[in-house]
């Protein structure tokens, strides 16, 4: 559903999750300085695999938090929501330059903490296929939904996730123009 709202705004915390699927550290460099830069003092995590040596580890750990998942996106997710901002976490894929602004842009859909928000990229605007750089979820709201299963097909994990957050009441908001990179 494509929603345009005229809702004021109002102020929402948030922090980032920086999902390090390929355990490049220039990668998350290049992330972190771009929210660094655009979102100075925000919270920001990095999620590594399961499979990244303890020397990448060390070094991805002088750039910010970084948290070791599985092997899967969503063990990634499900890792970064655990250890993310307490309240709205947006997800970004190691490698993204992250504009200003965008958070302006979202809390003009923003209506509580059911919501889930994600920018419409390549005409997807459905949840399954949206793209997971700028996927927005409330930690509560991810935490009374439950984790994403752990497959490597990640729209099935995404449909499953989508149905029991359906269930819990949650709104599934595309947003056009809101891309992050």
Known sequence: M??????????????????????????????????KNNYDGLPFVGIATSKIDKDEM???????????????????MNKGMRHGCKTWNMFVTAG????????KKINHFLEDDKDVIFPIVDKKTD?????????????????????????????????????KATEYGCKFKAILGYQIF
């Open 2 to 35: 494509i929603i345009k709202s005229k809702r004021p705004k109002f102020h929402f915390d948030f922090g980032f999750i920086i999902l390090c699927h390929n355990d490049n550290i220039d990668s998350l460099k290049s992330t972190a300085n771009s929210i």
């Open 58 to 76: 060390s070094l991805m750990k002088e750039v910010c938090k970084v948290y070791k998942g599985g092997k899967t996106y969503t063990s990634l």
């Open 96 to 103: 993204s330059f992250i504009r200003p602004c965008v958070d």
């Open 127 to 163: 949840f399954i296929d949206c793209t997971l750089n700028g996927l927005m979820i409330h930690k509560k709201t991810f935490n009374k939904v439950g984790k994403f299963e752990e497959d490597e097909n990640l729209q099935m994990c995404k449909l499953l996730w989508g149905c």
